[in-house]
C-alpha cells in the first residue's frame, strides 16, 4: 500500500513560481506528476524513478517544470516556474508499483494516487 499526500499548491501571478511536494509512505517503482485543467481530461507533466533517479517530462511544462525526489525524505518535488494562466489546474502526485521510466507518464500506470493540489495562476 502507497499513501500519497500533496502540498504546495496555491494561488500565484503569471510569470510566478511554485513547488510542489509529495510526501509517500510505501514502496514504489516510480512518482510522477499529472495535472487536471477545467474541463480537460488529466495529463503527465514528469515522473521520476526510484532506483535509477532518472526523469522524465511530458510536453505539457517541458522547460518550465522540474521533478525531483529526496530519498531520505521520500518525498518528489515538482518545481514550476514562468507560470501561465493555462497552467491553472488541480495537481496530483501518483505512484507506479510496476513501472519505471517513460511508462509513469501515462495514468493508467500509476496505481497510488493522492488527492491533489489546486493551483491557480492569474493574468
Known amino acids: 500500500q502507497v499513501q500519497l499526500a500533496e502540498s504546495g499548491g496555491g494561488s500565484v501571478q503569471a510569470g510566478g513560481s511554485l513547488r510542489l511536494s509529495c510526501v509517500a509512505t510505501?514502496?514504489?517503482?516510480?512518482m510522477g506528476w499529472f495535472r487536471q485543467l477545467p474541463g480537460k481530461e488529466r495529463e503527465a507533466v514528469a515522473s521520476?524513478?526510484?532506483?535509477?533517479?532518472?526523469?522524465n517530462y511530458a510536453d505539457s511544462m517541458k522547460g518550465r517544470a522540474t521533478i525531483s525526489r529526496d530519498k531520505d525524505k521520500d518525498t518528489a518535488y515538482l518545481q514550476m516556474n514562468n507560470l501561465r494562466p493555462e497552467d491553472t489546474a488541480v495537481y496530483y502526485c501518483?505512484?507506479?508499483?510496476?513501472?519505471?521510466?517513460?511508462?509513469?507518464?501515462?495514468?493508467?500506470?500509476?496505481?497510488?494516487w493522492g488527492k491533489g493540489t489546486l493551483v491557480t495562476i492569474s493574468s
Open positions: 501518483a505512484a507506479s508499483t510496476n513501472y519505471a521510466g517513460l511508462y509513469c507518464l501515462t495514468e493508467q500506470n500509476m496505481n497510488y
Open positions: 521520476v524513478s526510484t532506483w535509477s533517479g532518472g526523469t
Open positions: 510505501g514502496d514504489y517503482v516510480c
